[in-house]
């Protein structure tokens, strides 16, 4: 999102016109001091979606101001002269913004549309150490009627190990084994009932292609093959079947991106590459789901021309093959970094958008979305899908969770 505030300014100008011999006539305010809106971002959203609105005449204190979605009060964020911002009230319709500042009140051109097709709940926030600095860019993964999150960095840039269960017939969440050591930005995928997790980075610049796997019943962790490729960060990781598929990802220290994709084989604890992704351009922090656990839908944004290109590709991996598919309107696929796999029907979400996939008609539609958020971690459980941690308005770094019902 564009920045929250600019500096500002108010000229006033009030001139005084008399007539010789004549009665003086009152001052007359040349200059309108009224709020307007000249625009508001982003233009849809569900209840705690931050708003920003652009405009003029506003003020510094939110005390001054009131924001309205049809009519319902808003809470404001921030504010300054020419921009406020905002959440998204609770019970908010689709309709016009309004801004009022005493007598003047000012609408928006366009109407702000309130996201339908699905709703979400707020839970216990996940049991973590040092709660204060939050958690991002950890691991999310379900396992029978459980959910898991954990590991990831905090507000301070440390790594954690942690492993934190969370049962949502009861709302509580309970501490698991650890990993042994900070792990972050890295794979996580569920094969046969078992996560698998690594290849990502064990502090700032320190990567790793460690490979491990965890059993919830016996609540352990076991040293897999490592990942013979290069080093990286930020790989995809889909357990498809039988086999899990592991692509993509950076490696900052020697600034590469990488193209190459690998299916690991659990029975045998082996890897075996496959054919190069055959793109131009390696997709940024790729994003993917199965619908059918036999192919797998990924996606990215790429950098084409000093333009972001978002792109969506379908891969086979017993053929070895790929199909381009429709990309997925809106932002850029950095802000949505996190997948779910509800009732077979596929969701992306971060940032401010949660995106509904449809693969017959290969088409998206966008559906609600908490708030904003990035470098979160979810898993589903039945018909509900769970987000939760990341980096986030308001405040920074966050630990709560919060259920999706579609």
């Known amino acids: ?5 600019f500096a500002g300014t108010i000229a006033l100008c009030l001139i005084v016109s008399c007539k010789k011999n004549s009665i003086p006539a009152p001052p007359v305010v040349t200059g309108d001091l009224s709020p307007t809106i000249s625009s508001f971002s982003p233009e849809t959203g569900y209840q705690g979606t931050p708003v920003e609105i652009t405009g ?5 204190s939110a005390s001054n101001i009131q924001v309205a979605f049809n009519g319902i009060v808003a809470t404001i964020y921030a504010i300054n002269d020419s921009n406020i911002l905002v959440f998204v009230p609770a019970g908010a319709v689709s309709g016009k913004i309004s801004v009022t500042k005493g007598p003047g009140k000012a609408f928006s051109s366009d109407n702000f549309t309130l996201l339908t097709g699905g709703s979400w709940v707020q839970k216990k926030s996940m049991v973590g150490q040092d709660s204060s600095l939050g958690r991002y860019v950890g691991i999310g993964f379900s396992i029978g009627n459980k959910g898991y999150m954990g590991m990831g960095t905090d507000g301070n840039i440390n790594f954690y190990s942690d492993l934190n269960e969370y049962d949502p ?10 990993i042994g050591f900070g792990f972050a930005v890295g794979v996580c995928m569920v094969i046969n009932n078992i996560a698998y997790v690594g290849i990502g980075l064990t502090g700032i610049v320190n990567y790793t292609n460690a490979f491990y ?10 040293r897999k093959a490592d990942f013979p490729g290069a080093s990286r960060a930020a790989a995809f990781g889909i357990g498809i079947g039988n086999i899990g598929v592991v692509g993509f990802g950076v490696n900052q220290q020697n600034g590469l991106s990488y193209q190459d994709i690998w299916v690991y ?11 190069n992704f055959p793109g131009v351009l390696t997709p940024s922090f790729p994003i993917g789901f199965t619908l059918d ?15 972001n290109v978002n792109i ?6 017993v053929a070895d093959t790929w199909t381009i598919k429709n990309a997925r309107p809106g932002s850029q696929y950095y802000e949505l970094d996190n997948a779910m796999v509800i009732n077979g029907t596929g969701y992306i979400m971060g940032g401010t958008q949660n995106w509904m996939y449809q693969p ?33 308005i308001p405040g920074n770094v966050h630990l709560d969770l919060w259920q999706f019902t579609p």
């Open 1 to 5: 999102m564009k920045s929250l505030l």
């Open 56 to 60: 003029s005449h506003f003020d510094t």
């Open 169 to 178: 017939a009861t709302g509580l969440w309970t501490p698991k084994a650890n």
């Open 213 to 222: 796997a965890y059993d919830p019943v016996a609540d352990t962790w076991t």
């Open 265 to 275: 084989d659990p029975t045998m604890d082996s890897w075996t590459q496959k054919s």
């Open 293 to 307: 656990n036999k192919t797998a839908y990924i996606g990215g944004t790429v950098t084409e021309y000093d333009e």
């Open 312 to 317: 969506w590709y379908q891969y086979d991996p």
């Open 360 to 392: 017959v008609s290969d088409t998206w539609v966008q559906v609600p979305f908490f708030g904003q958020r990035v470098g979160g971690s979810a898993f589903v459980i039945g018909n509900a899908g769970y987000f939760g941690l990341g980096s986030g």
